[in-house]
Structures are given as C-alpha cells and as structure tokens.
C-alpha cells in the first residue's frame, strides 16, 4: 500500500483524531520512509481536504464540520435519486446481479475497514448509476461521494449504521429488480437522508 492510501486510512479509521497536528519529520519516522513521500502524501490529502496547513511546516486534520456534511447530504438526496431514476430503464440481470455480488461481500466480511466499507459502498451505487450515461451528473455525485469519505470512519465508529445501511441497500435493490424506479428513489432519498442527518446531530453535541 502507497503512503498516501495508508495515512488516508489511518485518517478515516481515526487514528490521528481531528484537530491532530502532524510533521512530516513525526510521519516518516512513524511510517519509516524519507521525508519526500511524506510530502507528496500530504500534499495530495491537503488538496482532497483530508489536512489543512498549521503553521509554516505542520499540518492539522480538520474538525468534522456539521454544516459541510448538511450540505453534502441535502445535494446527494437530490442528485442520487434523479441519477438513479435516469439509470433505471437501462439496469439489466447483469448490472443488478454485480451490485447484489458487492452487497453480499459487505454483509459476509465482518473485519472490513471504514475504508474498504466507503470503497465498496460507491462501488454499489457506480454499478447502478453509471447506466445512466450521464457524465456531468456522474462527475459531481462522484465529487460529492470523495468529500463524504472524511467522515465515513467516524460515521462507522459513531453510530454503528452499516446494518441499517445494508438492509436499505438491499431494499432498494429489490426495487430495481421489480422495475419499480419510483420506490427505489424514494428509498434512497431517505437512505441518504437518514444517514446525514443522523450524523449532523452527533457532530452538533459538541465539538470534535
């Protein structure tokens, strides 16, 4: 595993808690590389907004910010629904059975990382989504999915929402198999929904 893959992990598992301050110097040393892949790693999760500058050397991991994931959710609880609606005409046997293949292999595999969790949860929603041929609408549910992996880890941890996530996975796949697209935008409205704002109220009891 690159450096850059295992401090995002080590980030979204929690291990360096939001507000950490971290050096490249205490990183390389941690991680035994040279400073070099320590700085490349840092710049590259400073652009994706996993650590924000501190200082003239340092970095920080932000704190979790309710108002960001509010916003993230109220526009996914729009966005997803309608990408999937555009999709559904277009989701045969094949599509539905590699979906359903993912869903398995998270309900089977107790010792998944939040990481691996966040990767084969938008693996599910690609497989359904991507059918509908819509690249711009795509790109920007894609963007919005990469801003959600920060608090993906914390969600885990937090509110132990995967069995509920999963049973609403596999409703909504239900749905798709009747041709029902209606009820299966409507389920994943309020999967969206809940989820969000389940972790808006916990980051609003106090600071993080």
Not at 41 to 57: D, P
Not at 123 to 140: E, N, S, V
Not at 163 to 176: G, M, N, P, V
Request: hydrophobic share 40%.
């Amino acid at each position: 595993m690159s450096l850059y893959r295992q401090l995002k992990a080590d980030l979204q598992s929690g291990r360096f808690p939001p507000g950490t301050v971290l050096r490249q110097a205490e990183l390389a040393e941690q991680y035994g590389v040279s400073r070099i892949p320590v700085r490349d790693a840092i710049q590259r999760l400073k652009n994706e907004g996993w650590l924000t500058a501190h200082g003239k050397r340092g970095v920080a991991v932000p704190r979790f910010d309710p108002l960001e994931v509010e916003d993230i959710y109220l526009m996914r609880m729009r966005l997803e629904p309608l990408l999937q609606t555009l999709a559904g005409p277009k989701l045969n046997a094949e599509i539905l059975g590699r979906a359903r293949d993912i869903l398995d292999r998270m309900e089977k595999e107790e010792t998944l990382s939040a990481a691996e969790i966040g990767a084969l949860n938008w693996q599910f929603h690609t497989c359904l989504y991507r059918p509908a041929d819509r690249p711009t609408l795509f790109a920007t549910v894609a963007q919005l999915h990469r801003q959600c992996e920060r608090y993906i880890g914390y969600q885990s941890r937090s509110l132990d929402y995967q069995h509920t996530s999963q049973r609403e996975h596999y409703a909504l796949l239900d749905a798709l198999q009747r041709g029902d697209t209606e009820e299966a935008a409507e389920i994943l409205e309020q999967h969206i929904a809940a989820a969000g704002r389940a972790l808006v109220r916990i980051l609003r009891q106090g600071p993080r």
